[in-house]
């Protein structure tokens, strides 16, 4: 790789020209190849980083987005604009029913929060393109309301849906199901990128058997929530809705928009958080909404807590010993765990954009760590290039390569020259 080594504005160029590469007219995807559609979180990391260079192409991102909103208000996990080979399972095996080709299932709400930011950045040019997005993300964040709470707890129904795909949170949970009966089938993304550093085949047979449960029930969330086993209360899902609820409240008083159910979202889920606190563990943990049991990991969903700004009672402590572990940014998965495996996606490697999300709240609350997180990812991207996801412990560039959301969050967030958003100010 070419070194890049802090050469600033070489830094920022590539970010742009990664971000300009991945552009496929109005959406991105987030590598080619690897994953040839527009992605729901990747798109709005990426809609954040556009804003840096081209704001007008920032809310577009944004827009094609929320145009693939279901009915019910779902937005879906991956949009089929175009059909790739390159890319399995495709439109066919999910048989997701909104306007646009797609999956059935969600991801973390994190586009409202980017839209806070990108609206930041200029409110003059972004009020009108904010307020006609506003009631998309209020139905998007009711549908999550209605259909994904436990104890007021937000949950997944597929690890797809967490974004954190092979965490070793759904360990317990996808061991009890058996996968037999599923039709064969050829994975596509071991052929991009070196398995070992991909989830295994146990998991991914797992991942087929629900996308075909949902299939099956023609993704009727009331039929699904009967009989699909998998059903997981999460720090990830939980603490990305709240704040996003939060800017959402902020935008609807910033615009004179009616803000209607937000406040009592908020509460009821600041509320739900203490379900998800694992007292033992001294964290916030996932918990299997169908037995009720503790995942008993320390995953970097954890320190979203700042993030969300609930009480973080002990985690400072628990992110002490964790990132006493680790050369660089937060591991995936607690470096001590016997489960933590350094390059195998979410069971330890560091995301920079979930840094980007943890520094947010570490800075909100005026604490010191989201400094240095920033700076330990500033060295990660600058002697690593714009990976998917890195190895916490040596830094070594791991997943896909050129990168849309580490090139976004690098633009809007690392860069020394970046224009961050007023919470870093
Ligand atoms: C994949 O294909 O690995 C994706 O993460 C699914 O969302």
Same mark, same amino acid.
């Given at each position: 790789?070419? #070194?890049?080594?802090?050469?600033? @504005?070489?830094?920022?160029?590539?970010?742009?020209?990664?971000?300009?590469?991945?552009?496929?007219?109005?959406?991105?995807?987030?590598?080619?190849?690897?994953?040839?559609?527009?992605?729901?979180?990747?798109?709005?990391? !990426?809609?954040?980083?556009?804003?840096?260079?081209?704001?007008?192409? /920032?809310?577009?991102?944004?827009?094609?987005?929320?145009?693939?909103?279901?009915?019910? +208000?779902?937005?879906?996990? $991956?949009?089929?604009?175009?059909?790739?080979?390159?890319?399995?399972?495709?439109?066919?095996?999910?048989?997701?029913?909104?306007?646009?080709?797609?999956?059935?299932?969600?991801?973390?709400?994190? %586009? *409202?929060?980017?839209?806070?930011?990108?609206?930041?950045?200029?409110?003059?040019?972004?009020?009108? &393109?904010?307020? %006609?997005?506003?009631?998309?993300? $209020?139905?998007?964040?009711?549908?999550?309301?209605?259909?994904?709470?436990?104890?007021?707890?937000? =949950?997944?129904?597929?690890?797809?849906?967490?974004?954190?795909?092979? !965490?070793?949170?759904?360990?317990?949970?996808?061991?009890?199901?058996?996968?037999?009966?599923?039709?064969?089938?050829?994975?596509?993304?071991?052929?991009?990128?070196?398995?070992?550093?991909?989830?295994?085949?146990?998991?991914?047979?797992?991942?087929?058997?629900?996308?075909?449960? /949902?299939?099956?029930?023609?993704? @009727?969330?009331?039929?699904? &929530?009967?009989?699909?086993?998998?059903?997981?209360?999460?720090?990830?899902?939980?603490?990305?809705?709240?704040?996003?609820?939060?800017?959402?409240?902020?935008?609807? %008083?910033?615009?004179?928009?009616?803000?209607?159910?937000?406040?009592?979202?908020?509460?009821?889920?600041?509320?739900?958080?203490?379900?998800?606190?694992? *007292?033992?563990?001294?964290?916030?943990?996932?918990?299997?909404?169908?037995?009720?049991?503790?995942? #008993?990991?320390?995953?970097?969903?954890?320190?979203? =807590?700042?993030? *969300?700004?609930?009480?973080?009672?002990?985690?400072?402590?628990?992110?002490?010993?964790?990132?006493?572990?680790?050369?660089?940014?937060?591991?995936?998965?607690?470096?001590?765990?016997?489960?933590?495996?350094?390059?195998?996606?979410?069971?330890?490697?560091?995301?920079?954009?979930?840094?980007?999300? $943890?520094?947010?709240?570490? @800075?909100?609350?005026?604490?010191?760590?989201?400094? !240095?997180?920033?700076?330990?990812?500033?060295?990660?991207?600058?002697?690593?290039?714009?990976?998917?996801?890195?190895?916490?412990?040596? +830094?070594?560039?791991? /997943?896909?390569? @050129?990168?849309?959301?580490?090139?976004?969050?690098?633009?809007?967030?690392?860069?020394?020259?970046?224009?961050?958003?007023?919470?870093?100010?």
């Amino acid at each position: 790789m070419k #070194d890049l080594s802090m050469d600033v @504005d070489a830094l920022d160029a590539e970010a742009e020209r990664i971000l300009r590469m991945n552009d496929r007219g109005g959406y991105s995807v987030p590598t080619a190849g690897l994953y040839p559609y527009q992605w729901n979180w990747d798109s709005a990391f !990426a809609a954040y980083g556009y804003a840096m260079f081209d704001l007008d192409r /920032g809310w577009r991102e944004l827009e094609v987005l929320m145009a693939g909103q279901w009915p019910d +208000g779902m937005v879906p996990h $991956i949009q089929f604009h175009k059909v790739d080979p390159s890319y399995f399972p495709g439109p066919d095996i999910w048989g997701g029913v909104g306007p646009v080709p797609s999956s059935g299932i969600s991801q973390p709400a994190i %586009a *409202a929060t980017m839209a806070r930011l990108v609206y930041e950045l200029d409110p003059g040019a972004g009020a009108e &393109r904010m307020r %006609a997005l506003y009631p998309k993300f $209020i139905a998007w964040h009711r549908w999550f309301m209605e259909w994904r709470l436990d104890r007021d707890a937000v =949950c997944l129904t597929h690890p797809w849906e967490a974004g954190r795909d092979n !965490a070793p949170d759904w360990d317990g949970p996808l061991a009890r199901i058996d996968p037999s009966g599923i039709a064969p089938y050829e994975r596509r993304d071991t052929g991009h990128v070196d398995p070992s550093m991909r989830p295994k085949k146990a998991d991914y047979d797992r991942y087929l058997w629900l996308v075909k449960q /949902g299939h099956d029930c023609g993704w @009727d969330q009331a039929h699904l &929530r009967d009989v699909n086993p998998f059903r997981m209360a999460d720090p990830t899902m939980h603490f990305t809705l709240l704040r996003g609820h939060r800017d959402l409240m902020w935008l609807g %008083a910033e615009l004179g928009l009616d803000t209607g159910p937000l406040p009592d979202w908020i509460a009821q889920l600041e509320a739900g958080a203490e379900t998800l606190w694992n *007292a033992q563990l001294g964290a916030y943990d996932c918990r299997d909404a169908v037995t009720g049991d503790w995942a #008993d990991a320390v995953s970097n969903a954890a320190f979203l =807590c700042w993030y *969300a700004r609930v009480d973080p009672k002990t985690t400072a402590a628990v992110y002490a010993r964790v990132q006493s572990k680790v050369q660089f940014g937060v591991a995936s998965h607690d470096p001590d765990s016997p489960a933590f495996e350094p390059k195998r996606y979410w069971r330890g490697p560091t995301w920079a954009m979930m840094n980007m999300l $943890i520094a947010m709240g570490l @800075d909100e609350a005026g604490r010191p760590e989201g400094a !240095a997180l920033r700076a330990s990812t500033v060295r990660l991207i600058a002697g690593n290039g714009f990976a998917e996801y890195f190895d916490p412990l040596t +830094g070594a560039p791991a /997943g896909g390569k @050129d990168f849309t959301w580490t090139a976004a969050i690098w633009l809007g967030w690392a860069s020394p020259k970046a224009r961050r958003g007023r919470w870093a100010a």
